[in-house]
């Protein structure tokens, strides 16, 4: 204080114990220590109020502090810091963490009672975790496993154990049968399959395991059957076809469809067998086919109508709605997608594919030329006889043999002048000659190319193009006069 000034003066008030805790905003920081001797009168700031940045402030305006490596960062009132479970936030110079509280694990449960009735077996018990939707799940297992000893099973074999009850419902494969009927008994005790099995070949297995049997089927068509087929087992998810009928093996029993075969759905109709002319049937893939596809089967059944086709699905459909399958992948129809520099779209059931470039046509002296990495031509001047070097270029040209033709193609070719020339020499053979063309050389790795022409009539017709890897001036056939 300068001598004359009073505290009221800087915004304080005199009292007889000026250094008592806390004085200032930092003496409220958790890493900070306020030290207190013994009471000095002095100036102070008004109660409510600390000091900070050499004024007194509201307690509520202090700034709160968060040490780090080598300094304190500072947060305004208000400021939010993560915590392991929430926010923590500065009120009144320190970090409120009050709402970002850890889950909390609940008491453990009862032991369950053991897995087995006898022998050794398995029992759990499990705790719950407290936490809400967004905050970090508990630490801890949750559910514990221990062995749990019960009185000595009576010789059971190795997959089955001893129950009291072991005559309950069902108890083996064949109790599944609609036709069986399992009767339950008074409980008997003895050896069983563990809960969810059933027995079958002596093993205990999962009813999705069960096989079925055509013995004792009450299937209507069952004694069209043949003898093979009758007396055979068929694991989960076998099928049996008959006309336009199909069972199904499920938890070892037959589900059967029992359709009149001659009501076919809507866009087949009924084949009376090999006989009939409506024995054969395309597929969606057989569209564009020119050869007629081989009989679905020579057995009565229902196929597609004319110009209806089978799609991947099962149903008969028009070549509109055809599906089309690329390397693998199945397109819906109409569906687009681009591959490389060209847009292909699904029609009939058949990939169609442009360049989805702009039309493109040079002036004279200009021709189409494909640049490296770029999916459209462009025109640039054509070079005949001007080139001091022999260069490669490649251009887009249309190919047609007969009715077949394929557009967008690159093509390579070697223009370019080289050295030529013939002089006079005053002995034998009088005439020396120098002559160089503009040769090529083939690709090593890929000399040749072969495209399929597309036809008129849907056929393709191969072709080879040489593969034109680079350029050089060699000698030309012809070129020396020496034997004229």
Same mark, same amino acid.
């Given at each position: @204080?300068?001598?004359?000034? $009073?505290?009221?003066?800087?915004?304080k008030e005199f009292v007889s114990c000026a250094n008592h805790c806390?004085?200032?905003?930092?003496?409220?920081?958790?890493?900070?220590?306020?030290?207190?001797? %013994?009471?000095?009168?002095?100036?102070?700031?008004?109660?409510?109020?600390?000091?900070?940045?050499? !004024?007194?402030?509201?307690?509520?305006?202090?700034?709160?502090?968060?040490?780090?490596?080598?300094?304190?960062?500072?947060?305004?009132?208000?400021?939010?810091?993560?915590?392991?479970?929430?926010?923590?936030?500065?009120?009144?110079?320190?970090?409120?963490?009050?709402?970002?509280?850890?889950?909390?694990?609940?008491?453990?449960? @009862?032991?369950?009672? #053991? *897995?087995?009735?006898?022998? %050794?077996?398995?029992?759990?018990?499990?705790?719950?975790?407290?936490?809400?939707?967004?905050?970090?799940? &508990?630490?801890?297992? %949750?559910?514990?496993?221990?062995?749990?000893?019960?009185?000595?099973?009576?010789?059971?074999?190795?997959?089955?154990?001893?129950?009291?009850?072991?005559?309950?419902?069902?108890?083996?494969?064949?109790?599944?049968?609609?036709?069986?009927?399992? !009767?339950?008994?008074?409980?008997?005790?003895?050896?069983?399959?563990?809960?969810?099995?059933?027995?079958?070949?002596?093993?205990?297995?999962?009813?999705?395991?069960?096989?079925?049997?055509?013995?004792?089927?009450?299937?209507?068509?069952?004694?069209?059957?043949?003898?093979?087929?009758?007396?055979?087992?068929?694991? /989960?998810?076998? @099928?049996?076809?008959?006309?336009?009928?199909?069972?199904?093996?499920?938890?070892?029993?037959?589900?059967?469809?029992?359709?009149? #075969?001659?009501?076919?759905?809507?866009?087949?109709?009924?084949?009376?067998?090999?006989?009939?002319?409506?024995?054969?049937?395309?597929?969606?893939? /057989?569209?564009?086919?020119?050869?007629?596809?081989?009989?679905?089967?020579?057995?009565?059944?229902?196929?597609?109508?004319?110009?209806?086709?089978?799609?991947?699905?099962?149903?008969?459909?028009?070549?509109?709605?055809?599906?089309?399958?690329?390397?693998?992948?199945?397109?819906?129809?109409?569906?687009?997608?681009?591959?490389?520099?060209?847009?292909?779209?699904?029609?009939?059931?058949?990939?169609?594919?442009?360049?989805?470039?702009?039309? $493109?046509?040079?002036?004279?002296?200009?021709?189409?030329?494909?640049?490296?990495?770029? &999916?459209?031509?462009?025109?640039?001047?054509?070079?005949?006889?001007? *080139?001091?070097? &022999?260069?490669?270029?490649?251009?887009?040209?249309?190919?047609?043999?007969?009715?077949?033709?394929?557009?967008?193609?690159?093509?390579?070719?070697?223009?370019? *002048?080289?050295?030529?020339?013939?002089?006079?020499?005053?002995?034998?053979?009088?005439?020396?000659?120098?002559?160089? #063309?503009? *040769?090529? $050389?083939?690709?090593?790795?890929?000399?040749?190319?072969?495209?399929?022409?597309?036809?008129?009539?849907?056929?393709?017709?191969?072709?080879? $193009?040489?593969?034109?890897?680079?350029?050089? #001036?060699?000698?030309? !056939?012809?070129?020396?006069?020496?034997?004229?």
């Amino acid at each position: @204080m300068c001598p004359g000034e $009073l505290c009221e003066d800087r915004g304080k008030e005199f009292v007889s114990c000026a250094n008592h805790c806390p004085r200032t905003c930092t003496d409220l920081w958790d890493h900070v220590e306020c030290l207190q001797g %013994t009471c000095k009168p002095g100036c102070r700031c008004p109660k409510g109020q600390l000091l900070q940045d050499s !004024q007194c402030v509201l307690e509520s305006d202090c700034r709160c502090g968060l040490p780090s490596s080598n300094h304190t960062v500072e947060y305004q009132p208000g400021g939010r810091i993560p915590a392991p479970c929430g926010n923590c936030t500065c009120v009144n110079g320190i970090f409120d963490c009050s709402d970002s509280q850890c889950p909390e694990l609940s008491m453990w449960s @009862m032991w369950s009672q #053991c *897995s087995r009735s006898c022998g %050794t077996g398995q029992r759990t018990r499990s705790r719950d975790c407290g936490a809400i939707m967004g905050s970090p799940s &508990c630490e801890g297992e %949750t559910v514990q496993t221990e062995e749990c000893s019960q009185v000595p099973c009576p010789g059971c074999p190795e997959n089955q154990v001893f129950s009291i009850c072991a005559n309950i419902c069902p108890r083996s494969c064949s109790d599944l049968q609609p036709e069986t009927q399992c !009767q339950q008994e008074a409980c008997e005790p003895g050896c069983l399959c563990p809960p969810g099995k059933v027995l079958q070949d002596e093993m205990c297995v999962s009813p999705e395991e069960c096989r079925c049997s055509l013995l004792n089927s009450s299937i209507p068509w069952i004694a069209d059957i043949s003898n093979v087929d009758w007396h055979r087992d068929y694991t /989960d998810g076998s @099928m049996i076809h008959h006309h336009c009928n199909t069972c199904v093996c499920r938890r070892g029993v037959f589900h059967c469809t029992e359709s009149d #075969c001659e009501e076919c759905p809507e866009g087949e109709i009924w084949n009376g067998g090999i006989a009939d002319s409506h024995a054969c049937e395309r597929s969606c893939q /057989d569209v564009y086919s020119v050869t007629a596809p081989s009989c679905i089967s020579a057995e009565q059944g229902c196929v597609c109508e004319a110009a209806r086709y089978r799609n991947s699905s099962g149903q008969c459909v028009t070549a509109a709605y055809c599906e089309c399958i690329v390397n693998d992948s199945i397109y819906p129809p109409g569906f687009e997608w681009e591959e490389a520099c060209e847009k292909c779209q699904c029609v009939n059931g058949r990939k169609i594919c442009s360049t989805g470039c702009s039309p $493109l046509t040079c002036l004279e002296g200009f021709v189409k030329v494909e640049d490296p990495g770029k &999916c459209c031509p462009v025109c640039r001047k054509e070079l005949i006889g001007v *080139s001091a070097t &022999c260069q490669r270029f490649t251009e887009v040209r249309n190919i047609s043999k007969g009715q077949c033709h394929l557009t967008n193609v690159a093509v390579s070719s070697c223009r370019g *002048s080289c050295l030529s020339h013939v002089q006079v020499i005053p002995e034998e053979p009088y005439l020396q000659s120098v002559c160089e #063309c503009c *040769s090529y $050389l083939l690709d090593p790795e890929k000399p040749v190319q072969f495209m399929n022409l597309e036809c008129d009539n849907g056929d393709v017709e191969p072709v080879v $193009l040489p593969v034109i890897h680079s350029c050089e #001036c060699s000698s030309c !056939q012809g070129g020396d006069f020496s034997g004229r």
